[in-house]
């Protein structure tokens, strides 16, 4: 088991910097309410929107900390997940000296945030049945490799990895483990922030992008240890996440019924695609899925993608990513979509 020390993996520059200290910052514990604020070089005239945002989000990291029940010195919000996955690179990844390992076929952002911060990409390709080949993994590690980027459900082959593997990782990396759960609200299996108080390396991203239906208002969430959250707080720009956002998400975090529904709707309209897919004869091969797309395995991807382009319907074609040769990425949609898709896929010789 090795252990973990945030000060031998944050940047030295980071560890001595003294964050910008923004107009909101600084008069959280009074009764703002009653307040004249001539502070910040705002109009004073109302509009909804006039005034900077709170910068630390804590009406939204109240909802989120109670739902999830950590505290909400353990969350950091970001304009995405994106950027909560840039600012780790930038707290923790030193320019043209360390490196992150990430396991392709996966999401690109890690790859290619990487290549923006100057961080040398590992790439340990994941094993036919797409697990984390962890013995690989280790063996690629260096004392310079600060993250593990682990995408759980995993985007684009949408099955989860074992928890043996996520833990092996955890036990014997001492480095940042970052599990990536975009998807995870399509899965049974549950969430790996139950853990973070078991493991100071744990880092969990998330985001309202996927099943939260709110990738138009940009809003990613950092659940981690308190010391992790407290660097990234350190380096994130003070109003990263905008007032309207930090409003549409309160708004639709109360709607917990709501997003239940739509997230039973969607994983029955993949159970139905499923279905029929095992009857198209093109089909070679369904993977299992635990999120709200399905990647399959065809005769000849680019010409199954251009006959369905033809038709009016836009999936995604993978094959040129690693292990996915002539496979097809289809999202599910509201059901009058999906029955469109698998009409026409009926039709297809
Ligand atoms: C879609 C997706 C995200 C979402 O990113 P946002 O910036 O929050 O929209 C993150 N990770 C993975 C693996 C994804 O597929």
Excluded: H
């Amino acid at each position: 088991m090795s252990t973990f020390d945030i000060n031998t993996i944050t940047r030295e520059n980071v560890k001595t910097l003294k964050p910008y200290s923004s107009a909101r910052d600084e008069f959280e514990d009074f009764d703002t309410a009653q307040m004249i604020f001539l502070d910040a070089n705002e109009n004073p005239f109302q509009n909804g929107v006039n005034r900077y945002p709170d910068p630390q989000q804590n009406a939204v990291k109240a909802i989120l900390a109670k739902n999830n029940m950590v505290k909400s010195s353990q969350i950091l919000l970001g304009n995405g997940s994106d950027e909560v996955l840039d600012l780790l690179f930038r707290a923790f990844c030193e320019p043209k000296v360390d490196n992150i390992i990430s396991l392709p076929p996966t999401y690109g952002m890690y790859g290619v945030l990487a290549n923006i911060n100057a961080v040398e990409n590992r790439e340990v390709l994941l094993s036919t049945d797409f697990q984390p080949q962890v013995e690989k993994i280790l063996d690629a590690v260096n004392e310079n490799t600060k993250i593990i980027f682990l995408c759980s459900p995993n985007n684009p082959t949408g099955n989860s990895f074992s928890d043996e593997s996520v833990v092996e990782l955890l036990q014997n990396f001492k480095g940042l483990v970052v599990i990536d759960e975009a998807y995870i609200d399509f899965s049974e299996k549950e969430s790996w922030l139950t853990e973070i108080d078991t493991y100071p390396n744990l880092v969990i991203t998330q985001t309202l992008s996927k099943a939260y239906g709110l990738a138009g208002i940009r809003l990613g969430v950092c659940y981690a240890s308190e010391a992790v959250i407290s660097v990234l707080n350190k380096i994130k720009p003070p109003y990263n996440v905008n007032e309207l956002t930090q409003q549409r998400a309160i708004e639709r975090l109360k709607d917990s019924d709501k997003i239940k529904q739509e997230i039973a709707s969607i994983v029955e309209q993949r159970e139905e695609l499923l279905k029929v897919l095992l009857e198209v004869s093109f089909v070679e091969k369904i993977y299992p899925t635990e999120a709200n797309f399905v990647l399959v395995k065809v005769d000849d991807a680019t010409k199954r993608y251009d006959e369905l382009i033809a038709k009016g319907i836009v999936i995604r074609n993978r094959t040129t990513q690693p292990l996915c040769e002539n496979c097809l990425r289809f999202t599910i949609g509201i059901p009058e979509e999906n029955a469109t898709l698998i009409k026409e896929l009926k039709l297809l010789k």
